[in-house]
Protein backbone atom coordinates (compact mmCIF):
# COMPACT_ATOMS: atom_id res chain seq x y z
CA UNK A 1 0.00 0.00 0.00
CA UNK A 2 1.39 3.80 -0.72
CA UNK A 3 1.70 5.86 2.14
CA UNK A 4 -1.77 7.82 2.37
CA UNK A 5 -3.68 4.35 1.89
CA UNK A 6 -1.59 3.18 5.21
CA UNK A 7 -2.64 6.31 6.73
CA UNK A 8 -6.26 5.78 5.84
CA UNK A 9 -6.04 2.04 7.22
CA UNK A 10 -4.45 3.45 10.54
CA UNK A 11 -7.08 5.83 10.51
CA UNK A 12 -9.93 4.04 10.40
CA UNK A 13 -8.33 1.17 12.73
CA UNK A 14 -7.73 4.30 15.55
CA UNK A 15 -11.42 5.17 15.05
CA UNK A 16 -12.79 1.67 15.33
CA UNK A 17 -10.77 0.80 18.61
CA UNK A 18 -11.73 4.11 19.78
CA UNK A 19 -15.27 3.59 19.55
CA UNK A 20 -14.94 0.34 21.13
CA UNK A 21 -12.76 1.51 24.12
CA UNK A 22 -15.92 4.54 24.58
CA UNK A 23 -18.42 1.56 24.85
CA UNK A 24 -15.65 -0.55 27.51
CA UNK A 25 -15.05 2.75 29.56
CA UNK A 26 -18.51 3.27 29.91
CA UNK A 27 -19.53 -0.41 30.72
CA UNK A 28 -16.57 -0.77 33.17
CA UNK A 29 -17.94 -0.20 36.09
CA UNK A 30 -20.98 -2.51 35.91
CA UNK A 31 -19.10 -4.80 33.85
CA UNK A 32 -17.20 -5.45 37.03
CA UNK A 33 -19.43 -5.54 39.35
CA UNK A 34 -21.20 -8.59 37.16
CA UNK A 35 -17.87 -10.46 37.06
CA UNK A 36 -17.91 -10.30 40.84
CA UNK A 37 -21.79 -10.29 41.96
CA UNK A 38 -22.07 -12.42 45.10
CA UNK A 39 -22.56 -16.12 44.81
CA UNK A 40 -19.87 -16.28 41.88
CA UNK A 41 -16.79 -14.44 42.72
CA UNK A 42 -15.53 -17.26 45.21
CA UNK A 43 -16.78 -20.12 42.82
CA UNK A 44 -15.40 -18.19 39.97
CA UNK A 45 -11.53 -17.80 41.54
CA UNK A 46 -11.53 -21.63 42.50
CA UNK A 47 -13.49 -22.36 39.02
CA UNK A 48 -11.02 -20.53 37.16
CA UNK A 49 -8.23 -21.22 38.62
CA UNK A 50 -8.20 -24.68 37.39
CA UNK A 51 -8.91 -23.76 34.04
CA UNK A 52 -5.81 -21.57 33.51
CA UNK A 53 -3.52 -24.21 36.02
CA UNK A 54 -4.49 -26.93 33.65
CA UNK A 55 -2.77 -24.38 30.21
CA UNK A 56 0.22 -23.01 31.84
CA UNK A 57 3.48 -24.03 33.05
CA UNK A 58 4.00 -24.28 36.85
CA UNK A 59 4.49 -20.89 38.68
CA UNK A 60 6.49 -18.71 38.45
CA UNK A 61 6.12 -17.81 34.88
CA UNK A 62 5.95 -14.68 33.43
CA UNK A 63 2.19 -14.33 32.07
CA UNK A 64 1.14 -11.46 29.78
CA UNK A 65 -2.67 -10.91 29.93
CA UNK A 66 -4.06 -9.08 26.71
CA UNK A 67 -7.64 -7.42 26.81
CA UNK A 68 -7.50 -8.00 30.41
CA UNK A 69 -10.53 -5.78 31.22
CA UNK A 70 -10.79 -5.25 34.95
CA UNK A 71 -7.89 -7.67 36.04
CA UNK A 72 -10.18 -11.09 36.44
CA UNK A 73 -7.82 -13.50 34.94
CA UNK A 74 -5.08 -11.25 36.02
CA UNK A 75 -5.64 -11.74 39.69
CA UNK A 76 -6.48 -15.56 39.15
CA UNK A 77 -3.17 -15.96 38.01
CA UNK A 78 -1.74 -14.02 40.14
CA UNK A 79 -3.17 -15.81 43.36
CA UNK A 80 -1.60 -19.02 40.98
CA UNK A 81 1.93 -17.13 41.75
CA UNK A 82 2.62 -16.17 38.44
CA UNK A 83 4.50 -12.68 37.41
CA UNK A 84 1.19 -10.82 35.54
CA UNK A 85 1.54 -8.00 33.18
CA UNK A 86 -1.75 -7.06 32.00
CA UNK A 87 -2.64 -5.21 28.93
CA UNK A 88 -6.29 -2.97 27.97
CA UNK A 89 -6.90 -0.58 26.10
CA UNK A 90 -9.87 0.64 28.27
CA UNK A 91 -8.66 3.69 30.68
CA UNK A 92 -11.92 3.10 32.55
CA UNK A 93 -11.19 -0.89 32.82
CA UNK A 94 -8.19 -0.26 33.92
CA UNK A 95 -8.85 1.91 36.79
CA UNK A 96 -10.95 0.30 38.69
CA UNK A 97 -7.65 -3.56 38.29
CA UNK A 98 -5.81 -0.97 39.71
CA UNK A 99 -7.95 0.13 42.36
CA UNK A 100 -8.32 -3.42 43.42
CA UNK A 101 -4.37 -4.05 43.77
CA UNK A 102 -5.08 -2.17 46.75
CA UNK A 103 -7.06 -5.16 48.25
CA UNK A 104 -5.10 -7.88 47.30
CA UNK A 105 -2.56 -10.24 49.51
CA UNK A 106 0.82 -10.84 48.12
CA UNK A 107 1.85 -10.25 44.41
CA UNK A 108 0.01 -7.96 42.10
CA UNK A 109 -0.48 -7.60 39.03
CA UNK A 110 1.04 -4.94 37.29
CA UNK A 111 -1.62 -3.07 34.31
CA UNK A 112 -0.51 -1.20 31.44
CA UNK A 113 -2.57 0.81 29.05
CA UNK A 114 -2.29 0.05 25.47
CA UNK A 115 -3.92 -1.89 22.12
CA UNK A 116 -3.94 -5.50 22.32
CA UNK A 117 -3.33 -5.80 18.65
CA UNK A 118 0.02 -4.42 19.45
CA UNK A 119 1.00 -4.75 23.38
CA UNK A 120 3.51 -1.93 24.46
CA UNK A 121 5.30 -4.37 25.95
CA UNK A 122 9.34 -5.71 25.65
CA UNK A 123 9.21 -9.50 24.67
CA UNK A 124 10.19 -12.78 26.61
CA UNK A 125 7.45 -13.61 28.29
CA UNK A 126 6.50 -17.64 28.84
CA UNK A 127 2.54 -17.33 28.43
CA UNK A 128 0.01 -15.10 26.75
CA UNK A 129 -3.36 -15.68 27.71
CA UNK A 130 -6.94 -13.99 27.23
CA UNK A 131 -10.39 -14.21 28.12
CA UNK A 132 -13.25 -13.06 25.66
CA UNK A 133 -11.13 -10.66 23.47
CA UNK A 134 -10.38 -12.72 20.60
CA UNK A 135 -14.03 -11.79 18.80
CA UNK A 136 -13.14 -8.08 19.53
CA UNK A 137 -10.00 -7.88 17.63
CA UNK A 138 -10.01 -6.09 14.50
CA UNK A 139 -6.78 -7.93 13.20
CA UNK A 140 -6.65 -11.46 14.87
CA UNK A 141 -4.09 -12.63 12.54
CA UNK A 142 -1.89 -9.60 12.89
CA UNK A 143 -2.24 -9.59 16.96
CA UNK A 144 -1.60 -13.14 17.19
CA UNK A 145 1.86 -13.13 15.05
CA UNK A 146 2.81 -10.20 17.68
CA UNK A 147 2.08 -11.84 20.04
CA UNK A 148 3.90 -15.27 19.29
CA UNK A 149 7.33 -12.51 19.06
CA UNK A 150 6.75 -11.45 22.71
CA UNK A 151 6.74 -15.43 23.68
CA UNK A 152 10.20 -17.08 24.26
CA UNK A 153 10.72 -20.49 22.20
CA UNK A 154 8.51 -23.08 23.70
CA UNK A 155 6.07 -20.30 25.38
CA UNK A 156 2.64 -20.55 25.79
CA UNK A 157 -0.33 -19.51 24.22
CA UNK A 158 -4.04 -20.03 26.03
CA UNK A 159 -6.98 -17.75 24.87
CA UNK A 160 -10.69 -18.12 26.31
CA UNK A 161 -13.55 -17.25 24.36
CA UNK A 162 -17.08 -18.69 22.34
CA UNK A 163 -18.98 -18.05 19.03
CA UNK A 164 -21.32 -15.17 21.12
CA UNK A 165 -22.92 -13.57 18.18
CA UNK A 166 -23.11 -16.89 15.57
CA UNK A 167 -26.70 -16.16 15.44
CA UNK A 168 -26.55 -11.71 15.13
CA UNK A 169 -26.67 -9.41 17.57
CA UNK A 170 -30.35 -10.55 18.99
CA UNK A 171 -31.23 -10.52 22.95
CA UNK A 172 -27.83 -8.48 23.44
CA UNK A 173 -28.36 -5.39 25.62
CA UNK A 174 -29.24 -2.54 23.84
CA UNK A 175 -26.15 -0.54 24.43
CA UNK A 176 -24.23 -3.12 23.83
CA UNK A 177 -26.04 -3.31 20.18
CA UNK A 178 -26.06 0.48 19.78
CA UNK A 179 -22.15 0.34 20.45
CA UNK A 180 -21.11 -2.42 18.52
CA UNK A 181 -23.81 -2.88 15.46
CA UNK A 182 -22.08 -0.52 13.14
CA UNK A 183 -18.37 -2.20 13.75
CA UNK A 184 -19.18 -5.89 14.03
CA UNK A 185 -18.30 -6.27 9.93
CA UNK A 186 -14.86 -5.39 10.79
CA UNK A 187 -14.52 -7.75 13.87
CA UNK A 188 -13.47 -10.63 11.57
CA UNK A 189 -14.36 -13.55 14.71
CA UNK A 190 -17.08 -11.28 16.15
CA UNK A 191 -19.27 -13.58 13.99
CA UNK A 192 -17.66 -16.88 13.52
CA UNK A 193 -19.89 -19.58 13.68
CA UNK A 194 -17.36 -22.11 15.40
CA UNK A 195 -14.22 -21.52 17.32
CA UNK A 196 -12.58 -23.26 14.64
CA UNK A 197 -12.26 -19.87 13.17
CA UNK A 198 -10.39 -18.52 16.05
CA UNK A 199 -8.24 -22.17 16.12
CA UNK A 200 -7.21 -21.41 12.10
CA UNK A 201 -6.15 -18.43 12.73
CA UNK A 202 -3.67 -19.53 15.78
CA UNK A 203 -2.42 -21.65 13.63
CA UNK A 204 -1.87 -19.63 10.70
CA UNK A 205 0.38 -16.75 12.96
CA UNK A 206 2.72 -19.71 13.42
CA UNK A 207 1.85 -21.59 16.58
CA UNK A 208 2.21 -25.37 16.62
CA UNK A 209 0.37 -28.49 18.64
CA UNK A 210 -2.79 -26.30 18.84
CA UNK A 211 -5.51 -27.82 20.52
CA UNK A 212 -9.68 -26.22 21.60
CA UNK A 213 -11.12 -27.52 24.58
CA UNK A 214 -14.67 -26.66 25.55
CA UNK A 215 -15.18 -25.79 29.00
CA UNK A 216 -18.06 -27.54 30.49
CA UNK A 217 -17.60 -27.24 34.08
CA UNK A 218 -17.64 -23.21 33.36
CA UNK A 219 -20.81 -23.86 31.30
CA UNK A 220 -22.53 -25.89 34.17
CA UNK A 221 -21.60 -22.85 36.68
CA UNK A 222 -23.04 -20.35 34.56
CA UNK A 223 -26.33 -22.33 33.86
CA UNK A 224 -26.58 -22.98 38.26
CA UNK A 225 -25.57 -19.25 39.19
CA UNK A 226 -26.67 -17.44 36.20
CA UNK A 227 -24.83 -14.98 33.94
CA UNK A 228 -24.44 -11.11 33.75
CA UNK A 229 -28.04 -9.55 32.95
CA UNK A 230 -28.09 -9.49 29.46
CA UNK A 231 -26.40 -12.24 28.30
CA UNK A 232 -27.29 -16.67 28.46
CA UNK A 233 -24.83 -19.00 29.19
CA UNK A 234 -22.73 -20.38 25.99
CA UNK A 235 -20.20 -23.24 25.63
CA UNK A 236 -16.86 -21.84 26.11
CA UNK A 237 -13.63 -22.75 24.82
CA UNK A 238 -9.70 -22.67 25.78
CA UNK A 239 -7.59 -22.84 22.68
CA UNK A 240 -3.72 -24.01 23.14
CA UNK A 241 -1.19 -23.25 21.47
CA UNK A 242 2.85 -23.12 21.48
CA UNK A 243 5.56 -20.56 19.94
Excluded at 138 to 158: F, I, K, M, S
Amino acid sequence: MNTDTNAAARSADTALQARINDYWDHRARVYDEAQHREGRDVVDRDLWGRVWASALPPAPARVLDLGTGSGHAAFVLADLGHDVTGVDSSAGMLEIARARTAGTKGASPTFVLGDAVDPPVAGGFDVVVSRYLMWTLREPLTALQRWRALLRPGGVLAVVDSTWFDAGLEGSPSEFIDSYAAVMDDLPLASAESIGATAEVVTAAGFTDVTTRPLTDVLEVDRRLGVAPGHRPRLQYLVHGTA
